[in-house]
T-cell receptor
Framework: GAVVSQHPSWVICKSGTSVKIECRSL??????MFWYRQFPKQSLMLMAT?????????EQGVEKDKFLINHASLTLSTLTVTSAHPEDSSFYIC???????????FGDGTRLSIL | QKEVEQNSGPLSVPEGAIASLNCTYS??????FFWYRQYSGKSPELIMF????GDKEDGRFTAQLNKASQYVSLLIRDSQPSDSATYLC?????????FGPGTRLSVLP
């Protein structure tokens, strides 16, 4: 149980392109979803927390207009990197939470490379 | 500022030995404690969670929690080379999570 599906696994695109990443909880309803970014050999960095039907809460220093998060249902959240540039290249990981005191379950991550 | 601290390592242990990974946290109100394993280039995967003081065992893994000392640990018995990874400690209060920076474990064959 507690499977989180994240797509796509890899994205390579040109600078200026917008990229959408999907995160789905397959066998549970996610009250909260999280989006992280991780650079090589560095720690997970929380970007934002989203709850179904409400606006995402972004961490300090994360541009909300650059990283658009939509949490349309209890099983789906999307992250759109708008007008991506090479410095946005990173490993993006989502996770989902089924309730308080429960663990976060992570998707497999999306490796984004902007040329 | 709520903090979770871990020794970054690398922690090197010989195959078959016990690996002991430690984590301290600053928020006394923390209620739930989690250990994740992250292989290089992969996303974290849940190993164990613990809510109450004491020990919790699952196969080769034992999580230990001491809320008075604000300390949580993970023991890995009979360590295998496949256990080589970064181990992340996470602490939560409700839906608010704080992850530690992780400890890199290397199990030497």
């Amino acid at each position: 149980g507690a499977v989180v599906s994240q797509h796509p696994s890899w994205v390579i695109c040109k600078s200026g392109t917008s990229v959408k990443i999907e995160c789905r909880s397959l066998d549970f309803q996610a009250t909260t979803m999280f989006w992280y970014r991780q650079f090589p050999k560095q720690s997970l960095m929380l970007m934002a927390t989203s709850n179904e039907g409400s606006k995402a809460t972004y961490e300090q220093g994360v541009e909300k207009d650059k990283f658009l998060i939509n949490h349309a249902s209890l099983t789906l959240s999307t992250l759109t990197v708008t007008s991506a540039h090479p410095e946005d290249s990173s490993f993006y990981i989502c996770s989902a939470l089924s309730g308080s005191h429960q663990p976060q379950h992570f998707g497999d991550g999306t490796r984004l490379s902007i040329l | 500022q709520k903090e979770v601290e871990q020794n970054s390592g690398p922690l090197s242990v010989p195959e078959g030995a016990i690996a002991s990974l430690n984590c301290t946290y600053s928020d006394r109100g923390s209620q739930s404690f989690f250990w994740y394993r992250q292989y290089s280039g992969k996303s974290p995967e849940l190993i164990m969670f613990i809510y109450s003081n004491g020990d919790k065992e699952d196969g080769r893994f034992t999580a230990q929690l001491n809320k008075a000392s604000q300390y949580v640990s993970l023991l890995i018995r009979d360590s295998q080379p496949s256990d080589s990874a970064t181990y992340l400690c996470a602490v939560s209060l409700g839906q608010n999570f704080v992850f530690g920076p992780g400890t890199r474990l290397s199990v030497l064959p």
